[in-house]
């Protein structure tokens, strides 16, 4: 008989998921891992894949979405070095997981969604006062709150939109996941002299993000 899912089951989960994907794949940081051993991630998942919401895999959403596997949740969040105070735009918020780690990590986080559905379902699930919700188009951002000291998108792109690049501060942090053909890295970068140049540090499946396709003819 299948055992019932219950707290207790899902505070074992987090702990395997830390102690054999986290800590094994340089997910190290105690700011990072503290946040990811406390945030319940069952809860931001559909109710009938609760019980797989810890494994190395993206989980499916609605709206062709997906929440990405916890371990490039875990890299990105590394490597976008975050500290307390930070002012984090989050883009692709989906069910609002990431953005609950962010303010536990004591972030001021902006979080953008442009799926209403999603959004309502961050909002009653991520309810840290530290969260301002902004439902809109993703590659527009929050233009109106920038600049920002990190830019954290949860997904896979092939092109990054300028109008993403100046809402980032001078000498801010960006990071991401790149597809570059049948290939996804995740890629970070410092906007120096107006500009971003995005270098790779792992490669690693990340759920792919809408509105973020590359025009005809363009490379990185």
Same mark, same amino acid.
């Given at each position: 008989?299948?055992?019932?899912?219950? !707290?207790?089951?899902? &505070?074992?989960?987090? /702990?395997?998921?830390?102690?054999?994907?986290?800590?094994? @794949?340089?997910?190290?940081?105690? *700011?990072? *891992?503290?946040?990811?051993?406390?945030?319940?991630?069952?809860?931001? +998942?559909?109710?009938?894949?609760?019980? *797989?919401?810890?494994?190395? %895999?993206?989980?499916?959403?609605?709206?062709?979405?997906?929440? @990405? =596997?916890?371990?490039?949740?875990? %890299?990105?969040?590394?490597?976008?070095?975050?500290? =307390?105070?930070?002012?984090?735009?989050?883009?692709?918020?989906?069910?609002?997981?990431?953005?609950?780690?962010?303010?536990?990590?004591?972030? #001021? +986080?902006?979080? +953008? !969604?442009?799926?209403? #559905?999603?959004?309502?379902?961050?909002?009653? %699930? /991520?309810?840290?006062?530290?969260?301002?919700?902004? #439902?809109?188009?993703? @590659?527009?951002?929050?233009?109106?709150?920038? =600049?920002?000291?990190?830019?954290?998108? !949860?997904?896979?792109?092939? &092109?990054?939109? #300028?109008?993403?690049?100046?809402?980032?501060?001078?000498?801010?942090?960006?990071?991401?996941?790149?597809?570059?053909?049948?290939?996804?890295?995740?890629?970070?970068?410092?906007?120096?002299?107006?500009?971003?140049?995005?270098?790779?540090?792992?490669?690693?499946?990340?759920?792919?993000?809408?509105?973020?396709?590359?025009?005809?003819?363009? %490379?990185?």
């Amino acid at each position: 008989m299948a055992t019932k899912f219950s !707290e207790i089951s899902a &505070a074992d989960m987090r /702990a395997a998921m830390i102690d054999s994907q986290l800590r094994t @794949n340089d997910v190290i940081d105690p *700011v990072v *891992v503290g946040a990811m051993a406390e945030a319940p991630r069952e809860a931001y +998942v559909p109710a009938a894949l609760a019980g *797989v919401a810890y494994m190395d %895999r993206a989980i499916a959403l609605d709206h062709g979405r997906a929440l @990405n =596997p916890p371990l490039v949740t875990g %890299r990105l969040l590394v490597a976008a070095a975050i500290r =307390p105070g930070v002012r984090v735009l989050l883009i692709g918020s989906a069910t609002g997981y990431t953005a609950a780690l962010l303010a536990l990590m004591d972030a #001021e +986080v902006h979080a +953008v !969604e442009e799926q209403a #559905e999603l959004m309502a379902t961050a909002r009653a %699930r /991520a309810t840290d006062d530290a969260i301002r919700w902004v #439902e809109g188009p993703l @590659n527009a951002g929050a233009p109106d709150a920038a =600049p920002f000291d990190r830019i954290i998108i !949860e997904g896979a792109i092939e &092109a990054l939109p #300028e109008a993403l690049v100046v809402q980032l501060a001078e000498g801010g942090r960006l990071v991401a996941a790149r597809r570059e053909g049948a290939v996804t890295r995740l890629v970070q970068g410092v906007k120096t002299g107006g500009t971003i140049a995005l270098r790779s540090f792992a490669d690693m499946d990340a759920a792919p993000l809408p509105g973020f396709a590359a025009p005809a003819g363009f %490379r990185f």
